[in-house]
């Protein structure tokens, strides 16, 4: 429509050589390149060890953690905290980061109801995602769900067909260009939020767990 104006996307506020991810999450603070910035209350960039040997990458941050301005402090969170205990993951070992770093929502009266991030948050906030691995040098990454998924394997991604699956990473990535490391591996997983979700959570838990299991012994190895 003429005078819909495009959003930018995140490539104007990503430093041109970042030194550290501190040095990205300062930048991050400030980023217009997508809508949601207007409504949520901050950025929720990546935390975690700056030499992780495992990169988790989820979908986008939620209510408490638009609040805190932490990624994977809520109910999701806990619950991923207690998978990778029982997975076996030394949680040292781990960063942790969103696809989308804004907290996309709806107000259902006082309450911020979750929304899926469509195409173009994902695209828009990419190049942020694309920084932190260029500054990072795990031996894994962990996709947790779709859009996580989406976003580094491209649109045909599904979880129900490749989870717990060890995959070459990044040449199983949409554009492995984007992302000039050694060749490790990437498993793909579901979100704990889907745990909280489920009929039977013991059995979607135990799923996550096993899926983890997985990550745990490809790190091993």
């Not at 991604?157 to 717990?164: A, E, Q, Y």
């Amino acid at each position: 429509m003429p005078g819909t104006e495009v959003p930018p996307g995140a490539q104007q506020w990503v430093p041109a050589q970042p030194h550290s991810i501190d040095e990205l999450k300062q930048a991050a603070a400030g980023c217009q390149g997508c809508d949601l910035h207007e409504n949520a209350t901050q950025t929720v960039f990546g935390r975690g060890a700056p030499h992780a040997r495992v990169v988790f990458v989820g979908e986008q941050p939620g209510d408490v953690e638009d609040q805190k301005g932490l990624p994977f402090v809520g109910p999701a969170g806990r619950l991923l905290r207690d998978a990778v205990d029982d997975a076996g993951i030394d949680p040292a070992d781990l960063y942790i980061t969103n696809s989308v770093k804004h907290f996309r929502f709806e107000m259902r009266g006082s309450r911020r109801i979750h929304q899926t991030p469509g195409p173009a948050h994902i695209t828009a906030c990419r190049p942020w995602l694309v920084a932190e691995f260029a500054l990072l040098q795990p031996e894994l990454v962990v996709l947790l769900g779709a859009t996580a998924g989406k976003a580094l394997l491209g649109p045909s991604f599904r979880v129900t067909r490749s989870r717990g699956q060890l995959m070459p990473w990044p040449a199983s990535a949409e554009h492995p260009e984007d992302f000039p490391v050694a060749e490790i591996r990437a498993l793909a997983t579901i979100h704990p939020s889907a745990v909280l979700r489920a009929d039977n959570r013991e059995v979607a838990y135990q799923g996550l767990v096993d899926d983890l299991k997985v990550a745990a012994a490809a790190i091993a190895a």
